[in-house]
């Protein structure tokens, strides 16, 4: 059985539609997808409309969230939600506050990037993002077309990164209220890449203590960003903590070269998931 559990479609940054994520995920030989767009259940309708017979689906959504270390210093981070549901109202004003914060996050970047003569619009970035969450990747696919980047993983390293002068934080969830959240609408919370140290600073073992004693119910171990020893540390505090290691690509369509299915979550650690109470289940065989 191949599982992955961390992919994003056109309803947030990812160029796949639903529907066309669902036929990739058949074609890459998947068995259950996970479909997780940032901030947002757009995509879940359109993906579960178009599933066949052999494949499942487990609706989701990425978080965005913060921590804040007794330095002061925000460190960002993600939680994937899986099978909360989407009509818990406290989540559902949520996730509308963040996707607003995600759009003045990406108009202001925008900005920042014109002032300093760069050829990115805002009404072309609206374009790109097809109604769906606005994100990063939507600029970089703007400043690729617009020939400043060869690529949208160069806007990131480049333009983009959280450590470049045109960024701008997004106004999100301290994680441990997501934490709780998440759970108080039924969802299981996973840490997404929490060793992902190229895309900036990661929280320690003692953080992700504090955030299992809030419900966290599993961390995201093989994942493109994580190393081989990066994947083993996650691993061993999974274990620590009594936690569910799962793997996941993070699949953006063509706004990253990771392919579907590219790193999977094994099917004795999906099985765990499925074993604990959530709102809903998977849809599928």
Known sequence: MRIDLHTH?????????PSELVAAAVAAGLDVVAVTDHDT???WAEALAARPDRLTIVPGAEFSCFH????????????LGYLFDPDHAELRAE??????????????????LAADGYAVTWERVSELARGGTVGRPHIGRALVE???????????????????????????????DAVRLIRAAGGLPVFAHPF??????????????????????????????????????????????GLIGTGSSDYHGTN??????????RPEAYERLLALPSARRPVGS
Not at 9 to 17: F, K, L, Q
Not at 95 to 112: C, M, P, T, W
């Open 256 to 265: 990253k070269v990771t392919r579907l299915g590219a790193c999977t979550t």
């Open 146 to 176: 617009a020939g400043v980047v060869p690529d949208v993983d160069a806007a990131f390293t480049h333009l983009l990164s959280s450590r470049q002068k045109y960024y701008v934080r997004k106004d999100d969830m301290p994680v441990l």
């Open 95 to 112: 996730r509308a506050r963040l996707r607003d914060s995600r759009l003045s996050r990406g108009r202001r970047i925008v900005e920042n």
């Open 9 to 17: 479609t056109a309803a947030s940054d990812g160029t796949d539609s």
């Open 68 to 79: 804040v270390e007794p330095d002061g210093r925000l460190i960002s981070l993600h939680l």
């Open 196 to 241: 992902a140290h190229r895309r900036g600073p990661v929280v320690g073992d003692d953080v992700v203590a504090a955030m299992t004693e809030a419900g966290l119910v599993g961390l995201e171990v093989d994942h493109p960003d994580h190393d081989a020893d990066d994947r083993a540390k996650v691993a061993a505090l999974a274990r620590e903590l």
């Open 41 to 43: 259940t757009g995509g």
